[in-house]
């Protein structure tokens, strides 16, 4: 696949990934707020909980669009990618934690009967954060050799 074919593949995949989550938090998580059984206050904190944790998630896709429009300049490996990558994770380690606490917090209080679908979730994160991390460090590095290589003559 072409690089231009490829980054606007990636742009159609960040632009949705953007619509499914604002969906997400304005249709299916009031849904399963009340699919449990709260009331009142219960799913306003619910509600408000969701939007929260998922706000750095779209601080990532903010940061992934930004490294698309890099790449559209022939600027991948540089180091503020490798900055936007390392802040990318960091975003995404703050919503896991938010997230695993808040599911626990939930649970407790026994507004939360899916745990295990949620802590499955939390896997999924992990593992994706894991991944940002490494590719955070690779494009450091490869930033470093480029601009090694650059001053070789």
């Not at 802590?119 to 460090?137: D, K, R």
Request: aromatic share 16%; proline share 1%.
């Amino acid at each position: 696949m072409k690089e231009k074919a490829l980054l606007w593949l990636v742009k159609i995949v960040i632009v949705i990934m953007l619509l499914c989550g604002i969906a997400f938090n304005i249709f299916l998580a009031p849904m399963t707020a009340t699919d449990i059984g709260s009331k009142g206050i219960a799913i306003i904190i619910q509600c408000v909980f969701q939007w929260l944790v998922s706000m750095p998630c779209f601080f990532v896709l903010f940061w992934a669009w930004k490294i698309c429009l890099e790449m559209q300049n022939g600027r991948l490996f540089t180091f503020e990618n490798a900055k936007r990558v390392k802040y990318a994770s960091i975003a995404l380690f703050v919503s896991i934690l938010g997230f695993l606490f808040g599911e626990i917090f939930f649970y407790i209080l026994g507004w939360n009967r899916e745990l295990i679908v949620h802590l499955i979730i939390l896997i999924v994160g992990l593992t994706i954060l894991v991944m940002m991390m490494v590719l955070s460090h690779y494009i450091y590095c490869a930033a470093k050799l480029q601009e090694e290589s650059d001053f070789t003559v």
